[in-house]
């Protein structure tokens, strides 16, 4: 009864921690993501990113 205790609490901390890899992972993509397409120099990238914040509601400017 102990054995399965302590393999539930390693099963729950490894999902845990993977759920965490997961998000910080997802959170730096996205960031790339509007840091290299929103700052971009290319007219057509840099306006489709700000067409895509104002149909989302988000303020840019």
Same mark, same amino acid.
């Given at each position: 009864? &102990? &054995?399965?205790?302590?393999?539930?609490?390693?099963?729950?901390?490894?999902?845990? @921690? @993977?759920? /965490?890899?997961?998000?910080?992972?997802?959170? /730096?993509?996205?960031?790339?993501?509007?840091?290299?397409?929103? /700052? @971009?120099? &290319?007219? +057509? &990238?840099? +306006?489709?990113?700000?067409?895509?914040?104002? +149909?989302?509601? /988000?303020?840019?400017?």
């Amino acid at each position: 009864m &102990t &054995t399965q205790h302590a393999g539930s609490r390693s099963r729950s901390s490894v999902l845990v @921690s @993977s759920r /965490f890899l997961s998000a910080a992972v997802a959170l /730096f993509i996205g960031l790339l993501m509007i840091s290299t397409v929103g /700052f @971009s120099q &290319t007219v +057509n &990238t840099h +306006n489709g990113a700000h067409d895509y914040r104002h +149909n989302m509601g /988000f303020p840019c400017h």
